[in-house]
């Protein structure tokens, strides 16, 4: 079987090199996959570059997300799931999964522990199996950590990124009326097809503004945030009282905390670390995942496909950036 391994750190064509090997063995608990779909997340191409540290393991097979068939199971595990389509999620991580691992999508084959593989709904493509992992459970434990959001207004920023466009999606399936924050007109159209309900363009308009407009006064319930240095700032401004700021990026690490403001609105405002979320969290949010996309809400932009002997040349279109949709490997 071909697989990718990560040599060295870096740029993508110094990092990388593609060797032939014998097929893994599943062992205890563990299945083995026959990749068709590996999905590349910004993660992937900052653990590569060096950005988020070394690497703990030397040689690795990079990508956490993807997509295939169960081929092989191993003790534990009941050979009913052979044949069956998964997509994959988290498995190029650790234990706790607060480091790297050493065994990634980015592979003809690969072994991986069977809590980690979800049931692909007939139907959705191979391509939408691999775009899911990190932004779709991302946009659940964000959106869902803190109770049901049904009946409530949630402000998704973003709205055009992948974790974006499933925060929107899901929210929308959740019973939630939806405000996403977009950069332009095109970012705006992909958020509408989401399912936004209404698009701020926080270029042009004044968000805080535009919010109380949209909702009548009414507040925002729960925020979806990919910039917490720039969205706590004005949050006390359009949060409800006990709102909820659940974010998984931002732009500025040491931005000081606007401490006042956030106490006097008793905001909530929650970490989201997708790679060491509890193991009941992640099964609930593969079961809503998986409802939503039965339902053709929750379907991700495909920016651009690669094979699996072009990984250079993804990693350094991915790394480009400008452009909302995923990057897949097709294998």
Not at 98 to 104: D, H, V
Not at 153 to 162: D, E, H, R, S, Y
Request: include cysteine; charged fraction near 20%; charge should be neutral.
């Amino acid at each position: 079987m071909r697989t990718v391994s990560a040599i060295g750190q870096g740029a993508a064509k110094d990092s990388f090199r593609i060797t032939n090997g014998a097929a893994p063995e599943p062992g205890s608990g563990e299945i083995r996959v026959r990749i068709h779909a590996s999905g590349i997340n910004p993660s992937d191409y900052k653990v590569r570059s060096g950005a988020q540290g070394p690497l703990p393991h030397g040689v690795v097979t990079p990508h956490s997300d993807g997509a295939g068939i169960i081929e092989a199971v191993g003790k534990g595990v009941s050979s009913d799931q052979i044949g069956q389509r998964v997509w994959l999620f988290n498995v190029n991580r650790s234990e706790d999964g607060l480091a790297q691992g050493n065994r990634g999508t980015a592979a003809e084959q690969i072994v991986v522990k069977a809590e980690l593989a979800a049931p692909l709904p007939d139907g959705i493509s191979f391509e939408q199996g691999a775009c899911l992992g990190v932004p779709a459970m991302t946009a659940h434990r964000a959106l869902m950590a803190d109770g049901p959001v049904n009946g409530q207004w949630v402000l998704v920023t973003g709205g055009a990124g992948a974790v974006g466009q499933c925060a929107i999606a899901l929210a929308k399936w959740a019973g939630a009326q939806v405000i996403a924050t977009v950069s332009g007109p095109e970012k705006a159209e992909i958020a509408l097809q989401a399912g936004a309900d209404h698009i701020v363009n926080y270029r042009k308009e004044n968000l805080p503004a535009a919010v109380l407009t949209i909702t009548g006064g009414k507040r925002i319930d729960r925020i979806v945030d990919v910039a917490l240095s720039d969205t706590m700032s004005e949050a006390h401004l359009y949060l409800k009282q006990g709102g909820v700021i659940a974010h998984y990026a931002t732009s500025d690490p040491a931005a000081p905390l606007p401490y006042r403001s956030l106490l006097v609105t008793n905001a909530v405002v929650r970490f989201v670390f997708v790679y060491a979320i509890p193991a009941q969290v992640q099964q609930d949010a593969i079961e809503d995942i998986n409802a939503c996309l039965q339902t053709g809400a929750l379907k991700l932009k495909v920016e651009r496909k690669f094979p699996l002997d072009q990984i250079v040349a993804a990693h350094e279109f991915a790394e480009q950036g400008g452009f909302a949709g995923k990057v897949i490997l097709t294998v």
